[in-house]
């Protein structure tokens, strides 16, 4: 995985902001600590940051390839897991110097051009100039698991892998406008697919490319989920659901680094260990694996309806089951309170809070025992484990499932951005186009027909603002971390596979449990799942109402976006409204607003 970045002008002269060259360059060294280049022509510049995970001493970016009279040059942020398949197709034309897959991703475009993405299983973001043909062609993976954010005028066109580094380029204003005001208090974390959030900044959407020439920039859908009818029994479809995880799994274990595994003791991660331990075990390797835990929920741990019980315990069982070599990563309220504001820079954008901190934190734990480990993010969206699905009341609610605070949220918008803006039509617009758009068979009951728009829903939104986190937060730390369940092949196939089935025995993900059984003991097959651990220790609350309060004691950009009255409304703990789902309760909404002023600050926001 690496960072990337470029300015591409057939207007202007690219080769005479440099310093802007490096300085995007430097914004990115935490994405890629192992390598640095930056290829510069008159029309374009193209930068890369590298961390070292294939072929370490031959990968080096950008990576140029002469074919006849033309030159393409490539900057390459991804994996792909489907890389000797593809060179073996493609060395009938093409002797290759390199076990990379960023040669076979330039050389696979050589040869199909843009239909190249059809060919690959992977996660990436990508650009490759064309020199002679005066344009770059630019990719994103199907899922959007690897970010592509880009700036546009009538004179050139400024890309990054994160915001950031554009905004090391002196053309780029950090700049929020209404719209942008709308995104950060009414959708945040969360994002409207496509959107920066800062004015001007927009994001390539996934399963999107295209081409940016004298004619600007011209992207196009080359992947969604498409509406098929699945005509196979249930046995038949466990056996497929089982294939298809396995050899996921299975794919993303290369790697010319070690390789490691989140386990939360759930079931995504502990199939994922289970899967890895075993395939490690062949070779005779041992895993390694890693949990968050906080200093005093053994104490203060509470149960809910959304967390009945608490991950230690089936971690522990993991642990043993497979013999890993696991590692405890033990947070305690001081590091979290002061990780939110390292947690913006990493992101941003102002995030998701503590679940940013306290993954930024095992991430930076992880990296000091290897560069690669697997993650079980996207098992809930495509097989439907949320309570949002299998709740019927709440499924059929018309709005977002997991933000339902508009009302709430609208409180805190100032009277500058209030009066233009219609929170409830702008939330709920926003969710009846992706509702919408969700593609469904006209034989379809209402069940079914529901059921794919909430898949819909997830992924344009729930999935990404996850994806977002994962991301930034572990190439922050220098660390790649692969998501097995978001896997095309596996999306594609749940997407329609009926509900009767995901929904086996009545239990969350149950077609993915009966799938995979022989994998895990009993008590892990069937723990009830339990949302992304966080700190029940009150003395976390405490300590981030003081630092806003400090916040607010002093001068601030904040309460030029958000109602001071509100904030301080807020800091009285009055009101106890979920922000986003059960992951941001009022802790986490006072963070937020903790982190949003830290981002005004360290970007230097404008509001226009």
């Not at 959007?144 to 009538?154: A, H, I, M, S, T």
């Not at 969350?508 to 895990?520: H, P, Q, T, V």
């Not at 607010?552 to 986003?580: A, G, I, M, N």
Request: hydrophobic letters at 35%; one cysteine or more.
């Amino acid at each position: 995985m690496c960072g990337i970045a470029g300015a591409i002008s057939f207007i202007e002269d690219m080769r005479a902001e440099m310093k802007s060259y490096e300085a995007m360059q430097k914004a990115l060294l935490r994405r890629g600590p192992d390598q640095r280049g930056i290829v510069l022509t008159r029309n374009a510049a193209l930068i890369h940051t590298r961390l070292a995970v294939i072929d370490i001493s031959g990968g080096r970016q950008p990576m140029s390839f002469t074919c006849g009279d033309k030159m393409y040059t490539i900057v390459y942020n991804g994996e792909l897991y489907n890389t000797d398949e593809i060179r073996r197709e493609l060395s009938d034309e093409f002797v290759f110097t390199t076990h990379s897959d960023t040669e076979v991703v330039l050389k696979s475009y050589i040869r199909w051009g843009e239909s190249c993405v059809e060919h690959f299983n992977g996660i990436y973001a990508f650009v490759i100039y064309d020199e002679a043909e005066e344009q770059a062609f630019i990719a994103r993976d199907r899922i959007g698991v690897k970010p592509l954010f880009y700036w546009e005028d009538d004179r050139k066109l400024v890309f990054a892998s994160e915001i950031p580094a554009l905004l090391c380029h002196p053309d780029i204003p950090a700049e929020v406008d209404e719209k942008g005001a709308a995104e950060l208090i009414l959708m945040a974390p969360g994002r409207t697919p496509g959107c920066g959030v800062l004015r001007g900044i927009k994001e390539v959407l996934p399963g999107c490319c295209g081409y940016y020439s004298r004619k600007g920039l011209e992207l196009h859908r080359y992947w969604r989920l498409r509406a098929e009818k699945l005509d196979e029994s249930f046995e038949e479809t466990v056996e497929h659901v089982r294939e298809l995880v396995y050899d996921a799994i299975k794919r993303q274990l290369v790697s010319d680094v070690p390789v490691c595994t989140f386990l939360s003791g759930g079931l995504d991660s502990s199939l994922i260990s289970s899967v890895a331990a075993s395939e490690l075990k062949k070779q005779g390797r041992r895993l390694s694996t890693f949990s968050v835990d906080y200093a005093g929920n053994d104490k203060y741990f509470q149960k809910s309806h959304f967390q009945p019980d608490s991950d230690p315990e089936y971690i522990r069982i993991m642990a043993e089951y497979l013999g890993t070599d696991h590692h405890w990563r033990t947070v305690d309220v001081n590091e979290l309170t002061d990780a939110l504001t390292e947690a913006v820079e990493a992101r941003g954008l102002p995030g998701m809070a503590d679940v940013d901190a306290s993954l930024l934190l095992l991430c930076r734990e992880i990296k000091k025992y290897g560069t690669v480990a697997l993650s079980g993010e996207c098992a809930d969206e495509i097989f439907g484990g949320y309570p949002w699905y299998r709740d019927k009341d709440i499924r059929m609610t018309d709005g977002f499932p997991w933000a339902q605070s508009t009302a709430y949220r609208s409180r805190f918008l100032c009277d500058r951005y209030a009066s233009g803006i219609d929170p409830a039509d702008y939330v709920y617009s926003a969710y009846r186009r992706t509702a919408d758009s969700a593609e469904k068979l006209p034989e379809e009951n209402e069940t079914e027909g529901r059921m794919k728009e909430m898949t819909q829903l997830n992924f344009d939104w729930f999935m990404q603002t996850l994806l977002d986190r994962k991301d930034r937060m572990s190439m922050y730390s220098g660390l790649e971390v692969r998501v097995p369940f978001c896997d095309h092949r596996i999306a594609e196939y749940l997407y329609n596979v009926p509900w009767e089935y995901k929904d086996w025995q009545g239990r969350e993900k149950g077609l993915l449990r009966e799938a995979m059984k022989d994998w895990l003991p009993e008590r892990v097959l069937w723990r009830k799942k339990s949302p992304y651990p966080k700190t029940h220790d009150p003395a976390f609350l405490e300590a981030v109402t003081e630092r806003l309060r400090m916040i607010l004691d002093e001068e601030t950009p904040l309460t030029d976006l958000v109602k001071r009255e509100e904030l301080e409304r807020l800091l009285s703990h009055e009101d106890h409204v979920q922000w986003y789902g059960q992951l941001m309760n009022l802790p986490q909404t006072i963070a937020f607003f903790i982190q949003l002023d830290h981002w005004m600050k360290r970007f230097d926001v404008r509001l226009i």
